[in-house]
């Protein structure tokens, strides 16, 4: 997977973010960070397009770093959830589910929470991650939207936006290994009964 030069190429770049330092080792990012990932994304390919975010910050509204410390991949996120990867020095984080649904989704996804019926296989999904270590996000809201009954038995998921499933890993050996593979995909398996969730009973933004 990711040999050791891709987090010592990580630690030089915190200490010299500036345009010129990458370009002059674009190289090295390329055949350490980005060739792993896009091998990673190959291996992933059964659960959807894999997009790797590129390396350049938005610096026109944002004080911000020109170059962005930690290398992102997205795969199959088709407009209602999927799963996403990112090394950098705080660690490799494996996360699956939707992040930012438009209005339209988040309607559609209350309301599947709040039918005893549908949300059953929400229930059964995020115990399926929990058991592979993936931790729910904290809700967005204070109390439940309104229209729905602040003792609604799924109160709590009502008052997610957003909802998604996460583990953030220690970096170590484990990540130079030809076996982090196989890690990483154990734990996005363990998320798929979620995105499948999602995909069924959110779907994609009707929204232009």
């Given at each position: 997977m990711w040999p050791p030069e891709a987090l010592e190429f990580l630690r030089e770049l915190e200490a010299n973010n500036?345009?010129?330092?990458?370009?002059?080792?674009?190289a090295r990012y390329?055949?350490?960070?980005?060739?792993?990932?896009?091998?990673?994304g190959e291996d992933l390919s059964s659960l959807g397009r894999s997009h790797l975010f590129r390396p350049w910050n938005d610096t026109r509204f944002h004080m911000r770093p020109?170059?962005?410390?930690?290398l992102g991949l997205a795969i199959?996120?088709?407009?209602?959830g999927g799963y996403y990867v990112e090394l950098s020095l705080d660690g490799f984080l494996v996360a699956a589910g939707m992040y930012q649904p438009a209005p339209d989704q988040v309607e559609r996804m209350r309301r599947s929470i709040d039918n005893g019926r549908t949300a059953s296989g929400l229930t059964?999904?995020?115990t399926r991650a929990r058991e592979a270590r993936l931790g729910r996000n904290e809700p967005t809201l204070v109390r439940v939207p309104r229209g729905y009954a602040p003792d609604h038995p799924r109160a709590e998921l009502l008052r997610h936006r957003g909802l998604t499933v996460s583990c953030r890993h220690d970096l170590?050996?484990?990540l130079h290994r030809p076996?982090?593979?196989?890690?990483?995909?154990?734990?996005?398996?363990?998320a798929a009964p979620l995105v499948r969730w999602l995909r069924e009973y959110v779907g994609p933004s009707q929204r232009a």
């Open positions: 500036d345009r010129d330092w990458f370009k002059a080792n674009r390329d055949d350490y960070l980005v060739a792993p990932a896009r091998a990673l020109p170059i962005k410390e930690q199959g996120y088709e407009g209602a059964r999904a995020l170590g050996p484990w076996q982090a593979g196989s890690r990483i995909r154990k734990q996005l398996d363990a």
